[in-house]
């Protein structure tokens, strides 16, 4: 599932605290060998997070840097060439360093933030979504995340909402002035969200105010500055739905020129955007072989008195209906959600598949408004390396208010298998778990400039895993819809490359994912509209997960008997969440 991700004004990066002994030894190594050069560097990496937080506010208090919580970026012209500025300036300091003298570990962190740099550039002149995406317009967000923050007393989290929303006409006038000939698909989901986003300056956020110890002067202040937050956001959502939307004629498809760089920009895999889609299609057909297995032995069990169709496809979609008719109740999804967690935290202490930080939160909640309509289902949104105390959300996108019969096809995707998988994969030892892990690093570049496609790699992986573990019982039944599960990931990259890239239609899309990934419409036709709001990150998964499972089927014919999981994955996980490729660079040394 996805998690949101954007360059420069506003990342929702997630990671926690928890390490390991091999992480340890290398961080000891390489401090204890340190040479000039990489002292040198160490230096100018602090310097270069802290001019990072000083261009981006809302990524730092996202991070749980909150010296600039009060800052409120206004997206202007002038403001990308401030930014482009200092992108080029980055790029000419760290020509500065050699980069052969430096350390492996700080030889990745050198290519993260060059990376970085670049794409700040490439994002801002290149791509240009700020002049045809408004949903990347919406305060909301910033000021939720500091008004459920628990890192300051509540009189400041409020001061700093309140210097941040004062400008609220500026940031929504520069966002007005930037957009031209925008998307259909991204206009109607700024609609949506910037609607929800008017639920945080609602009741909740007016109770904090009566509530804070700030004088009256203050609060009334606030108070006005709330309603005149609500009237901009309305009048905002009035020019998308009345003044630009006759203009919104620009097509969502980014085309192969600018996908293959934004592939090379978000992923940084070993191979490019088009031998990733090969790998990927050759994985369907293997995917399809086993299920064809899986299902034939399960047709005795579940149509003892039918005769077994002679089309695989059909066998196996029969079999997989069947599975799904047991599923949780429309009104108790979410609460479904919440019970199984503990089990998983179980079975990974159990089975000792690694170290687990009980001291760490994870809340399972409704997915806020401001949050809805991107097309996923579930997300995480943790803390960043300064703030690791705070919860981890776990939002869970509730079903009321749909039709019954849409939220019975949904329920059916998510049945009582794959709903363990997808808390496998958000959850424990999947996002959650990983993200916990990240922050550890010893290098905080690592932890900021997380990587997509290893975070979501990650979380693939760990379903595997788990399943090879004996989760489940290793059934036939769990890895029959763990098969179903990975060739949705499998055809995510199918789908991110001939929707970005081609000319497919929705009804085609709906027709592929459901004749070859075997999934219900309801989640068919979300998967088409999140491929359309989104470039590249629909790719990220199977990318990163094929990137883990190669590494580790290497160290397995390196180390043969002496290969222990436990070990490989919280090394793997020590690194924080840098490139696979990378990784594999540090775990082969």
């Not at 997630?14 to 040479?35: I, K, M, Y």
């Not at 305060?139 to 909402?161: C, D, F, K």
């Not at 904090?208 to 202040?221: F, G, I, Q, T, Y």
């Not at 990974?348 to 809805?372: A, S």
């Amino acid at each position: 599932m996805p998690h949101s991700y954007s360059r420069l004004l506003g990342l929702l990066l997630v990671a926690g605290a928890l390490g390991t002994a091999a992480c340890q030894r290398d961080s000891n190594q390489d401090t204890a060998q340190a040479s000039p050069t990489d002292i040198g560097f160490d230096r100018y990496k602090a310097r270069f997070i802290d001019s990072l937080w000083y261009y981006n506010p809302g990524w730092a208090s996202s991070q749980g840097f909150h010296k600039y919580d009060a800052v409120l970026v206004l997206p202007t012209a002038g403001r990308r060439q401030v930014e482009n500025a200092a992108a080029a300036r980055g790029l000419r300091e760290l020509r500065g360093f050699a980069f052969d003298s430096l350390s492996p570990n700080n030889q990745t962190d050198y290519l993260l933030m060059v990376n970085q740099l670049r794409s700040t550039r490439w994002y801002n002149d290149t791509l240009r979504s700020w002049q045809w995406d408004p949903s990347q317009y919406n305060l909301s967000t910033p000021v939720a995340e500091i008004l459920n923050g628990r890192y300051q007393p509540l009189a400041m989290r409020l001061r700093s909402i309140s210097a941040k929303i004062n400008r609220v006409a500026e940031y929504y006038e520069a966002a007005k002035a930037n957009l031209q000939n925008p998307t259909r698909e991204h206009l109607e989901l700024a609609i949506l969200q910037n609607r929800g986003g008017l639920d945080v300056f609602g009741p909740a956020l007016l109770d904090s105010v009566s509530r804070a110890a700030l004088p009256a002067r203050e609060k009334d202040e606030l108070r006005a500055r709330i309603e005149t937050t609500r009237q901009v956001m309305q009048e905002y959502v009035r020019f998308l739905d009345k003044e630009l939307r006759p203009q919104a004629r620009r097509s969502f498809r980014i085309g192969k020129e600018l996908f293959d760089q934004k592939f090379r920009y978000d992923i940084v895999a070993n191979a490019s955007a088009d031998e990733v889609y090969q790998r990927a299609q050759r994985h369907k057909q293997e995917l399809l072989q086993d299920m064809a297995r899986r299902a034939t032995r399960l047709w005795p069990k579940y149509f003892a008195a039918q005769p077994m169709p002679a089309d695989t496809l059909t066998r196996i979609r029969l079999v997989i209906q069947k599975l799904s008719e047991k599923h949780a109740t429309q009104a108790g999804f979410v609460d479904a959600v919440r019970q199984q967690i503990p089990v998983l935290v179980k079975f990974v202490d159990d089975k000792k598949l690694l170290t687990q930080d009980p001291t760490k939160p994870l809340v399972v909640r409704e997915t806020p408004l401001y949050m809805r309509g991107s097309g996923a289902g579930a997300s995480v949104s943790a803390p960043g390396p300064y703030d690791k105390g705070a919860d981890t959300y776990y939002n869970v996108e509730p079903l009321d208010g749909q039709p019954a019969a849409q939220a019975e096809s949904y329920l059916r995707e998510y049945n009582q298998y794959t709903l363990q998988i997808l808390n496998i994969h958000e959850a424990i030892p999947g996002h959650y778990t990983q993200l916990v892990y990240a922050n550890r690093s010893p290098s905080i570049v690592k932890a900021v400039l997380g990587n997509g496609a290893m975070i979501e790699g990650w979380a693939v992986y760990a379903e595997r895993m788990m399943l090879e573990s004996g989760y489940a019982g290793g059934s036939d039944e769990i890895w029959l819809m763990w098969d179903k599960w990975n060739m949705r990931v499998t055809l995510n990259t199918i789908l991110d490359h001939l929707v970005q890239t081609g000319r497919i239609t929705e009804p085609e899309t709906v027709q592929l994912l459901m004749r070859d990934g075997f999934q219900e419409e309801a989640e068919a036709r979300n998967k088409w509209r999140r491929a359309t709001l989104s470039q590249v990150q629909l790719s990220s998964y199977f990318t990163g997960y094929s990137e883990i499972m190669a590494l580790r089927d290497e160290l397995k014919k390196r180390d043969g008997k002496a290969f222990d999981l436990k070990n490989f994955n919280e090394q793997f996980l020590s690194y924080g969440s840098a490139p696979v490729k990378y990784i594999r660079q540090l775990m082969l040394r």
